[in-house]
């Protein structure tokens, strides 16, 4: 969402048909804004970090990122899409896949009960114009009225306005955390992920000895700099708030309150089993933990 994109607040409707989406939301955009405008200064701005001590460089940085968000699609920021549109639903052991799904459930329950107590029926949906200027306006803004994205600019049915608001969710939280918690323990070892090479990879098998590996490998100020920069990255601030910590404190009605009691009880279950399971793995997969994602992209 653009950083004017207002929170729909229709004056047609009751008080807390207007602040719903407030309510469900504010906790998964906290800090976005702020924590975006320092990448954009720190990591990929003239003098940013990855200017200095990456292969792209901050141009090329941009030129990736371009490309990236060329190729997303709606299906792709929805996991159960996602998963069937690459053909990964039969992989085995893939833990990202079967926490992500579950995380997900969870909170398309949670915001199907959340928003039915307010949204009786799809005509209340089609008829709140202001929810309706709020898809649209991210519709044009932020996705730049591209059609092939699959980005919905209305929203017709009660399901059409759940989906769109688990995802929201489920992005700024969960898949965040999928691809961000980790960066420390795969690239804070330099040769899984170089940030840059000062030699090209090599073409034949068997021709590679540890010194041309040490003369590819980036000198000890990148490796040490890149290394700081992902511990940062993977660092949750100090004040930090997680998944299972969701509070009540945005509603006061009956309904929407319990809804979050049982929102928190399913994701301390969920927590509860990831544990268990990661006893018995050499390599435990941890990052989707319920406990450990943070509720926004603020690190």
Same mark, same amino acid.
């Given at each position: 969402?653009?950083?004017?994109?207002?929170?729909?607040?229709?004056?047609?409707?009751?008080? /807390?048909?207007?602040?719903? %989406?407030?309510? &469900?939301?504010?906790?998964?955009?906290?800090? !976005? $804004?702020?924590?975006?405008? @320092?990448?954009?200064?720190?990591?990929?701005?003239?003098?940013?970090?990855?200017?200095?001590?990456?292969?792209?460089?901050?141009?090329?940085?941009?030129?990736?990122?371009?490309?990236?968000?060329?190729?997303?699609?709606?299906?792709?920021?929805?996991?159960?899409?996602?998963?069937?549109?690459?053909?990964?639903?039969?992989?085995?052991?893939?833990?990202?896949? /079967?926490?992500?799904?579950? %995380?997900?459930? &969870?909170?398309?329950?949670?915001?199907?009960? !959340? $928003?039915?107590?307010?949204? @009786?029926?799809?005509?209340?949906?089609?008829?709140?114009?202001?929810?309706?200027?709020?898809?649209?306006?991210?519709?044009?803004?932020?996705?730049?009225?591209?059609?092939?994205?699959?980005?919905?600019?209305?929203?017709?049915?009660?399901?059409?306005?759940?989906?769109?608001?688990?995802?929201?969710?489920?992005?700024?939280?969960?898949?965040?955390?999928?691809?961000?918690?980790?960066?420390?323990?795969?690239?804070?070892?330099?040769?899984?992920?170089?940030? !840059?090479?000062?030699?090209?990879?090599?073409?034949?098998?068997?021709?590679?000895?540890?010194?041309?590996?040490?003369?590819?490998?980036?000198?000890?100020?990148?490796?040490?700099?890149?290394?700081?920069?992902?511990?940062?990255?993977?660092?949750?601030?100090?004040?930090?708030?997680?998944?299972?910590?969701?509070?009540?404190?945005?509603?006061?009605?009956?309904?929407?309150?319990?809804?979050?009691?049982?929102?928190?009880?399913?994701?301390?279950?969920?927590?509860?089993?990831?544990?268990?399971?990661?006893?018995?793995?050499?390599?435990?997969?941890?990052?989707?933990?319920?406990?450990?994602?943070?509720?926004?992209?603020?690190?």
């Amino acid at each position: 969402m653009s950083s004017n994109t207002s929170f729909p607040r229709n004056h047609c409707c009751t008080l /807390e048909e207007t602040s719903l %989406l407030f309510q &469900i939301l504010i906790r998964h955009t906290h800090d !976005t $804004l702020q924590i975006n405008i @320092k990448a954009r200064h720190d990591l990929i701005s003239k003098d940013g970090d990855f200017t200095k001590f990456t292969a792209s460089g901050g141009e090329g940085m941009i030129t990736i990122l371009g490309k990236s968000l060329s190729n997303l699609t709606y299906s792709s920021l929805c996991i159960p899409d996602d998963i069937e549109d690459r053909g990964l639903g039969d992989v085995k052991n893939f833990y990202y896949k /079967e926490d992500g799904l579950k %995380l997900w459930e &969870i909170m398309h329950s949670f915001v199907i009960e !959340t $928003l039915s107590y307010y949204y @009786k029926d799809d005509d209340m949906v089609k008829k709140d114009d202001e929810l309706q200027n709020w898809i649209k306006e991210i519709f044009e803004h932020g996705f730049l009225k591209n059609e092939k994205t699959g980005i919905p600019h209305e929203f017709t049915y009660m399901t059409d306005l759940v989906k769109f608001v688990t995802m929201v969710m489920f992005t700024c939280s969960v898949q965040h955390a999928a691809v961000n918690s980790g960066q420390r323990d795969f690239y804070g070892w330099m040769p899984n992920g170089p940030s !840059t090479m000062r030699e090209p990879p090599p073409t034949k098998k068997g021709a590679v000895t540890t010194a041309k590996i040490m003369e590819a490998l980036p000198d000890t100020k990148i490796t040490a700099s890149s290394m700081e920069i992902v511990r940062l990255l993977s660092t949750p601030p100090s004040d930090a708030k997680f998944l299972v910590d969701f509070k009540e404190e945005y509603f006061t009605e009956d309904g929407p309150c319990k809804q979050i009691k049982n929102f928190k009880a399913e994701l301390q279950d969920l927590s509860k089993q990831i544990k268990e399971r990661n006893k018995n793995l050499e390599l435990p997969y941890t990052y989707l933990d319920p406990a450990f994602v943070e509720w926004s992209v603020d690190v």
